[in-house]
């Protein structure tokens, strides 16, 4: 059944929460929706007190390390982390308490999938320990995977054949709709039903939810297959449309066996 899924988004050491399309290397024209005030342990802290697991924490470009290790501390085990993780530093994020790393752009160099870096980076860390990150932009007719922040689209599209390909090599996919990411102007449906169709393993699903009433809709539309991430409508990330305390008593309310389970 469908799990609300907690996040932490960090960006220059601090948590926010960013409008997705808007993420450039050089920092320009960033459109930021939240700053908080509190540190990125607190949310992790909060997460651990109500039993919320598979949240992912992801570090949006550098300066991020410390704001990311303070969350593992908090929650032992209840977090992904992802964001420059590689072959290099994944079992370091593992052995810091992550239950999971989360790889993108370092299995796709040159924007093309990398066989060999992912098969590696799956039997260095294992299967159960790795989350594949297929966030992506919508491209005609077809969703593209887009790494280095969702700024290089590349050629791969979120199909079924792609994730069978990808599926033996992970534990689960997370997948940002960078286009509606941040907006809270409704979720990609047709990316969700898709996902829910393929359904084979977790798949978490993040992007333009507005209201509780969307975790309803995603369980609908991806027949219970697709966790939902809410991240700029949550009241704790300054929203104004969904209460985190609704969310928590929705996971437990609805507590069935994980997407893809």
């Not at 964001?83 to 994944?90: L, T």
């Not at 294992?126 to 969703?143: F, N, P, Q």
């Amino acid at each position: 059944m469908t799990q609300f899924r907690p996040c932490i988004d960090l960006h220059e050491g601090r948590v926010k929460q960013i409008v997705g399309g808007s993420l450039r290397d050089d920092g320009k024209d960033l459109a930021t929706n939240f700053v908080s005030d509190r540190d990125a342990g607190y949310y992790a802290e909060l997460y651990r007190r109500d039993s919320l697991r598979g949240g992912h924490i992801i570090m949006l470009g550098q300066g991020n390390e410390m704001a990311a290790l303070s969350a593992l501390h908090a929650y032992p085990l209840g977090m992904q982390v992802g964001g420059g993780v590689h072959s290099g530093n994944a079992a370091q994020w593992l052995a810091a308490g992550a239950s999971h790393v989360i790889v993108t752009s370092w299995i796709f160099p040159n924007g093309k999938l990398d066989r060999e870096r992912l098969q590696n980076l799956s039997a260095l860390v294992g299967a159960d320990r790795l989350v594949l990150d297929l966030s992506c932009r919508k491209i005609g007719d077809e969703w593209k995977v887009a790494i280095n922040r969702w700024q290089t689209v590349t050629p791969h599209a979120v199909n079924a054949d792609f994730l069978d390909g990808l599926a033996p090599y992970c534990d689960e996919f997370l997948v940002h709709a960078a286009d509606v990411e941040g907006l809270q102007a409704g979720m990609d449906l047709d990316l969700i039903r898709d996902l829910g169709r393929w359904g084979k393993i977790p798949v978490t699903y993040a992007g333009g939810a507005q209201s509780l009433a969307d975790l309803e809709t995603c369980a609908r539309e991806s027949g219970g297959k697709v966790d939902l991430t809410i991240g700029s409508a949550l009241d704790i990330f300054g929203g104004k449309h969904v209460r985190y305390g609704d969310c928590v008593r929705f996971n437990a309310e609805n507590r069935f066996p994980p997407a893809g389970g």
